[in-house]
C-alpha cells in the first residue's frame, strides 16, 4: 500500500538520544512559555501547546523503549502507531492529555481511580468512550489554540490577534505541563534505581522543571536558601488571578 505507515527499528541509543531532546525541548518550551506570560499570553500559550506535544510524544516513546534501555540489550522497536503519531499533532496532544490525566494520581490522589473502580462494567465502557472522545476534542481544541497564539486571522466576529488573548487559567497550564514533565523525568529516575544497568541521568532537566512544576514551594526553598531569591521568570506561573 502506498504511504502506508510501517514500524521502524532504532538502536536503544538513539531511542535514547531521541527520548531526552523531546523532554529537554518541552522543558525549554516550558520555560519559554513562563517567560513570556505577563507579556503576550497568547504566544505563551502556543508555546505550552508545543510543549505538550513534545512531552506525549516522549511519553509513547518511552513506553517503547524502557525495556531496552533497563536490559541494555536489544534494539527499539518503533510502531506504526508511534511513526503515525510523529506527523500528526493532535496525536500527540492526546497522548500528553493521557499523561495529564495520570498527574493526581502520581502525586497520591486516586480519587479518580476510585470512582472507576465502583462502576459497573457497562458504566466504565460507557466512561471509557467519553474520557478517549474528551481527549480527542481537547486535543483538537488545543491545535486550534497553537495557531491562535502564532497568527492574526480573520473571523466572521472580526480580527483576531495574539495580543489579544488573556492569561485566563494559563498559570495553572504551565505549572501542570511543567508536571507532567517533572512526572515523566521521576519515572526514569526510578526505574533505574530500581535495577537498570547503566544510568543515564536526566536530573538537570529535573532540576530546570522544578521552579515551573512547584513555583510556591521552589521559591520558599530559595528563600530559606540565601534570603533574597526572585522567583524563575514568568513569576506570573504563582496566580492565575
Known amino acids: 500500500m502506498v504511504g502506508a505507515v510501517v514500524a521502524e527499528l532504532i538502536s536503544r541509543n538513539d531511542a535514547r538520544v531521541y527520548w531526552r531532546a523531546l523532554v529537554e525541548n518541552a522543558v525549554g518550551l516550558i520555560r519559554d512559555a513562563a517567560t513570556l506570560l505577563d507579556t503576550s499570553a497568547g504566544r505563551s500559550r502556543s508555546l505550552l501547546v508545543l510543549a505538550q506535544e513534545q512531552l506525549g510524544q516522549s511519553a509513547v516513546l518511552y513506553d517503547l523503549a524502557s525495556a531496552a534501555?533497563?536490559?541494555?540489550?536489544?534494539?527499539?522497536?518503533?510502531?506504526?502507531r508511534f511513526v503515525s503519531l510523529e506527523r500528526m499533532h493532535p496525536s500527540k496532544l492526546v497522548a500528553a492529555i493521557e499523561q495529564d490525566d495520570e498527574l493526581d494520581s502520581f502525586w497520591g490522589d486516586y480519587s479518580r481511580e476510585d470512582a472507576e473502580a465502583d462502576l459497573d462494567v457497562d458504566d466504565?465502557?460507557?466512561?471509557?468512550?467519553?474520557?478517549?472522545?474528551r481527549r480527542k476534542n481537547e486535543a483538537a481544541g488545543f491545535n486550534a489554540v497553537k495557531q491562535a497564539g502564532f497568527y492574526v486571522d480573520r473571523t466572521p466576529a472580526g480580527v483576531r490577534a495574539p495580543q489579544d488573548q488573556e492569561r485566563g487559567t494559563l498559570p495553572e497550564e504551565i505549572r501542570r505541563a511543567a508536571g507532567v514533565a517533572e512526572m515523566l523525568l521521576v519515572r526514569d529516575h526510578t526505574r533505574q534505581q530500581a535495577g537498570a544497568d547503566g544510568y543515564e541521568s536526566a536530573q538537570d532537566l529535573h532540576a530546570e522543571v522544578l521552579p515551573y512544576a512547584h513555583p510556591e514551594e521552589f521559591l520558599e526553598l530559595m528563600q530559606r536558601v540565601n534570603g533574597d531569591a526572585e522567583p524563575p521568570q514568568g513569576d506570573g506561573i504563582q496566580s492565575a488571578s
Open 69 to 80: 534501555w533497563s536490559s541494555q540489550s536489544g534494539d527499539v522497536v518503533l510502531s506504526d
Open 124 to 133: 466504565y465502557l460507557h466512561y471509557l468512550t467519553e474520557r478517549d472522545a
